[in-house]
């Protein structure tokens, strides 16, 4: 059992489609997720990201392509899917008007176990997610934070094999992203394989072992965080300079130092690199203090400086030329969709 | 409880993670056996029972809005269409019983398309359990709401004078005949739920096929006062045969053909209905 949790292929996907009305939420989707680890799909709204796991998750079919779960079919043995997955969703997974211990325990008995034993597995739940002393509120009352908690909570009551969890961090705060994340970490280390929906490189960054880019509905590059990034620079330097006049020379120096084209921004100070492409023996920190040391001794005084890792426009930018604007109307069409 | 996890005193503190805790529930443990159709469809039930219990402003529709019905009805039209409102009423308190009754069906509709716009239902969904069992046990939280509403009218028509021939057996058997036809007409809202995209539509489709429905039958007035054209339908109109049958059972007579006139729509109503729903909920 516990081999075959952890060994294989969690999720074979080939050509997923899927269309809704004009909009082509999955145009042609390939997925491969090898059981026991996370796997990131990072693109911005509208990307497909949704939909995808909604199909993997035996809540859509798809108009072409297949899938299978574990060896199992998505469409025809859905419910051997369902028996093996668990979905947190980015709206309410759990019913808000109930209480945290009334929701654990109806998802308890509806998952086989008899009132003792589903009462007890919400009482350890709450317990291990730092929501005991809420379990009799009502859901509707608990923070941002205390509700993906208890989204997550449920999604694991069944010790599922495949959770899935779409954008489980979008709109919480600093420190209750952390939680997640530790959470994130502690099911996968259990033999969970969790496939994790974001739209933050920094996310599929801390998490996952493999991160698939997603882009108008199909995977556009894939691969470990490492490759991903040295694919298309390991980060960005930020200058800002003291005195604007001085800022043609510092792009020459700056040009000279990295061997990358230096952007000149719209602020007149500030200029921007990137570095540790491939090519480059350097590290990307290296490079940025050489290239710090030349402009001091050109004489150039720099007032801020900062290196950043590849946001996920930079991302875009480089994989498709296009920036990664969330493409909100066709977010609201598959929205509209659901 | 030794773990950082748990909180104390008024203000949460901050919740930490602990390995140890998650270990404890993580731990891939036995799979139970999966319910039974009967099983899961109860505890969805069981859910709507708590609904209930932290929501009770949603008995307003079957408490409140049946109380007006009946007060209003009997005397703006108790005098003019009987002697007294008090023998209008005589007449008229079955029919609106299952007018009220009937109109609450459609909350049914309208909770689905709240739960699915929330998103619960997409949990529900990748439950392996018997795929009706949320949809079954939502209908059966229902019809709880059903017999509530039908018991307060019963007792509001008491009071201002209402006497059944058939004694309690009767009114029982006239509530119990009322109750499997609202269960079987739910099965239409449940798939406009699903079809329709907001709340709002729901409301707006299930009040232009109620009104018609209940208005146009043998509800307010004896059918043989009105043209033929409209006679025919109002015949037709399953409300018709339910309200007749009602009546008959109150009154502690017996109406077979129009007792099961209303059992075939009954089961017309969960075979086309009920299908065309599983149909929606299987392939969103």
Avoid: C
């Avoid at chain 1, 909604?54 to 079919?61: E, H, N």
């Avoid at chain 1, 530790?182 to 933050?200: C, D, K, N, P």
């Avoid at chain 2, 018709?240 to 129009?258: C, E, F, I, K, Y």
């Amino acid at each position: 059992m516990m081999s075959e949790r952890t060994t294989g292929l969690a999720i074979e996907a080939e050509g997923l489609t899927r269309s809704f009305g004009e909009t082509r939420a999955l145009a042609g989707m390939d997925l491969q997720v090898p059981a026991g680890t996370v796997y990131g799909l990072l693109g911005p709204n509208g990307a497909g990201k949704t939909t995808a796991v909604r199909v993997l998750a035996t809540l859509l079919r798809p108009d072409g392509g297949r899938a299978r779960v574990f060896g199992h079919d998505v469409v025809t043995q859905a419910d051997r899917v369902r028996a093996r997955v668990s979905l947190t969703g980015q709206y309410a997974s759990v019913d808000e008007d109930l209480t945290g211990v009334e929701n654990l325990v109806l998802l308890g008995r509806l998952l086989g176990l008899r009132k003792p034993a589903a009462r007890e597995r919400a009482d350890q739940l709450l317990a291990a997610f730092g929501l005991t002393d809420a379990g009799a509120r009502q859901v509707k009352k608990y923070s941002g934070g205390m509700r993906r908690r208890i989204d997550i909570a449920a999604s694991i009551l069944n010790t599922p094999d495949l959770l899935f969890l779409d954008e489980p961090t979008t709109g919480l705060d600093p420190r209750s992203r952390n939680q997640v994340w530790e959470i994130v970490r502690a099911v996968v280390a259990h033999g969970t394989t969790v496939l994790l929906t974001t739209q933050y490189l920094d996310e599929a960054d801390q998490l996952a072992g493999r991160i698939a880019v997603v882009d108008h509905g199909r995977v556009i590059a894939e691969g470990t965080p490492g490759e991903l990034k040295s694919s298309i620079g390991a980060g960005t330097v930020h200058l800002r300079l003291r005195d604007a006049a001085q800022r043609p020379e510092a792009e020459k120096v700056l040009q000279a130092a990295l061997g990358v084209p230096v952007q000149l921004e719209a602020d007149s100070l500030a200029l921007t690199a990137r570095v540790g492409s491939e090519g480059n023996d350097l590290a990307a920190g290296e490079q940025a203090a050489r290239a710090l040391a030349d402009l001091a001794r050109a004489g150039i005084v720099v007032d801020d400086f900062s290196l950043g890792q590849p946001s996920l426009d930079e991302v875009f930018l480089a994989l498709t030329d296009h920036p990664a604007v969330p493409d909100d109307e066709r977010d609201e069409q598959l929205e509209a969709a659901r | 409880m030794s773990n950082a996890a748990t909180t104390s005193g008024r203000a949460p503190s901050v919740y930490v993670p602990s390995a140890e805790a998650l270990a404890t529930v993580l731990a891939p443990g036995e799979r139970p056996a999966r319910p039974s159709a009967l099983a899961a469809s109860l505890t969805f039930g069981w859910r709507a029972l708590l609904k209930i219990k932290h929501v009770p402003e949603q008995l307003f529709d079957v408490t409140a809005f049946p109380i007006i019905m009946v007060l209003m009805f009997t005397y703006l039209f108790g005098g003019a269409l009987a002697d007294s409102p008090r023998d209008y009423l005589q007449f008229f308190l079955p029919g609106i019983m299952v007018t009220s009754v009937v109109m609450i069906t459609m909350y049914t509709g309208v909770g689905l398309n709240t739960d699915i716009e929330k998103g619960i239902f997409d949990r529900f969904r990748t439950l392996p359990v018997w795929r009706p069992a949320a949809l079954v046990g939502m209908i059966f939280g229902d019809v709880l709401r059903y017999v509530l509403a039908a018991v307060v009218i019963l007792s509001v028509g008491l009071v201002l004078g209402f006497r059944p021939d058939g004694g309690v057996l009767g009114v029982a058997a006239g509530i119990g005949l009322l109750v499997v036809f609202s269960f079987a007409f739910s099965w239409v809202w449940t798939f406009f739920g699903l079809v329709l995209r907001s709340e709002k539509s729901v409301m707006g489709v299930s009040m232009m096929v109620l009104f018609p429905l209940t208005f146009l039958s043998n509800v307010f007035v004896e059918p043989s006062t009105m043209p033929g054209w409209l006679q025919a339908f109002v015949k037709a109109n399953p409300i018709t045969h339910l309200v007749a049958a009602v009546r008959a059972a109150m009154a502690g007579q017996s109406d077979p053909t129009n007792t099961m006139w209303l059992l075939l729509w009954s089961a017309g109503f969960v075979v086309v209905f009920g299908t065309l729903t599983m149909y929606r909920y299987n392939r969103r």
